[in-house]
């Protein structure tokens, strides 16, 4: 069975300072990573994925994140945040290659990023 | 390219009532999901269609919970009788293929009162 574990439920940081979020995932077989994120009353949106390749992976508003398969973990991070970067950030683990999971995410509890002025 | 659709964007019933969502995917995605989000976690797979059937529901609530994807388009999840714990935030996503990247629409929030 895989998991998550996002280890850090808040982030309090102030603006244009850099932040990292953690992640830690469980699983015996090969996965893809995302990281989503979710603005208050909206639905979650994409940031970045890890399928393969280069580990360091880039997505949108300047955040990227790092795999690290021999310690199971995605970190995302960013060199200086926003305001608007205040937000829930999930991270998200899934198996497409076995029949067992097929496809299936699954998600962490979430982290809640707050940026200060 | 429209988003997912979902309706109502909320609801507020009585316990016992039953009540029932619809969601329309992203035109062309094979693979349609209803997650529940409680305030304070992350989203819970409920149901997982690819087309229009059942992947996984393992973590379905079978004696109150139904979903269906006729035609392997849109489809509908349904609570009945709903519970208080049922109180939460029902998303449906979809994606191109199982495990590819998902996308959400913008969530029921049900109120059981």
């Known amino acids: 069975a895989q998991s998550v574990t996002q280890l850090d439920s808040q982030v309090p940081v102030f603006e244009e300072a850099p932040v990292e979020l953690r992640c830690n995932y469980s699983?015996?077989?090969?996965?893809?990573l995302f990281w989503y994120v979710q603005y208050p009353n909206q639905g979650l949106q994409l940031l970045l994925k890890y399928l393969s390749g280069s580990t360091l992976v880039k997505g949108i508003n300047g955040f990227e994140a790092e795999f690290n398969k021999s310690q199971t973990s995605f970190h995302l991070r960013k060199p200086s945040v926003h305001i608007s970067d205040t937000a829930e950030y999930f991270c998200a683990v899934s198996d497409p290659f076995t029949s067992t999971n097929a496809g299936k995410s699954t998600f962490g509890d979430g982290t809640t990023l707050t940026v200060k002025p | 390219e429209a988003g997912v659709a979902q309706s109502p964007r909320y609801k507020i019933i009585e316990k016992r009532q039953s009540v029932a969502f619809w969601c329309n995917p992203i035109?062309?995605?094979?693979?349609l999901y209803w997650y529940q989000q409680i305030l304070g976690q992350g989203p819970k797979l409920l149901i997982q269609?690819?087309?229009?059937?059942?992947?996984?529901d393992s973590q379905l609530p079978k004696d109150r919970f139904s979903a269906e994807r006729l035609k392997g388009v849109d489809s509908t999840l349904k609570i009945q009788p709903a519970k208080l714990e049922d109180s939460a935030v029902y998303l449906c996503a979809s994606s191109s293929g199982l495990g590819n990247e998902q996308f959400f629409g913008p969530g029921t929030r049900l109120t059981v009162l």
């Open positions: 699983s015996s077989v090969s996965v893809y």
């Open positions: 269609f690819q087309n229009n059937g059942v992947v996984d």
């Open positions: 035109s062309g995605h094979a693979t």
